[in-house]
């Protein structure tokens, strides 16, 4: 086991640990599914974002997403999956603050929660939405929750187990992610059914209370994903077909080399399937920082080496 998967695994053992004793103190107490729900129903009275906890919530959530922008700038590994690690804690299972389908939802209905009650949500969504376009869909390289989680199971569980799909499968099944986010609010538009982003998402599951059957579908899903990596985020996600559809007017793109044409080391270091030759999918990049990484590699990028060879050339003099 790598030393980063060490690292992870302690993170996450502290977190459980930590968050047992807030929960027997009532520091912090879990969210029910029916406390959920009601929210989605807008029938529980908010309390005012700016109280001491509310600027506490704001702090923490302000952080935390400089947090996340820093380790993107900075193209460091080991923040990213600290940031990881911090979604998976604070978003995940403390706040259970995720961008859901439920959003689309209120949306397609223009209706919002009242902005001095919900600072914090609306700073979440305008920043899903702001560094979409910047930069494409960071929120789901690692700010959502259950796509960091699964991002560090494959980091943690051997590689031996991974399964790739054919190329011809794989880029066939990306799309069914926009046929069930057509289904979904189609659905909606004729029953008004808010509840059924229970059965299409999993991010309740930071709730800790489900039914039987969505405890079944979950543990399904995630056994899954235990051999085939990032299964949810790449073919089932709701949120991340709409995020994909509005990445299409990300301004600042991932650059890419002369060399890119005919090089190959990326779209075989890609783990969501988002590089085909020279072309990078903005709908599927995630923009996990891995390629972006590897672009600096002055040791393994055909870029650099070139390079490279062109300079020794000019140091060796002329015999003539």
Known sequence: MTRSAIVIIAALVCFFTVSGVFAQDGALPLISLSELDALIAQDKESQPILDQSGVVDLALLVAFLSLAVFSFLKKSKTLKYVTMVSAVVYMGFIKGNLVSVVHLFALM?????????????????????????????????????????????????????????????????????????????????????????????????????????????????????????????????????????????TVFGIKRWQECNTCKLCEKECEWGAIQGPKISVSECVRCDDCEILYDDKARCPHWLMIGKKEAKREIPDSH
């Open 109 to 249: 209905e223009w209706s919002f929660p009242l902005f001095q009650y919900n600072i914090t949500w609306y700073l979440l969504m305008g920043f899903t939405v702001v560094s979409t376009v910047l930069w494409g869909r960071l929120y789901c390289g690692r700010i959502c929750a259950f796509g960091s989680l699964t991002q560090l199971m494959d980091r943690v569980l051997p590689s031996r187990w991974r399964v790739e799909l054919p190329a011809w499968i794989d880029r066939r099944a990306i799309y069914f992610k926009y046929v069930l986010l057509v289904i979904v609010l189609v659905y909606f538009l004729i029953t008004k059914d808010t509840l059924v982003y229970r059965y299409v998402e999993p991010f309740w599951m930071f709730t800790l209370s489900g039914s039987v059957v969505m405890w079944s579908l979950l543990a399904a899903l995630l056994l899954t994903t235990v051999f085939i990596r990032n299964f949810y985020c790449r073919y089932l996600c709701i949120v991340g077909a709409g995020l994909g559809l509005l990445s299409n007017l």
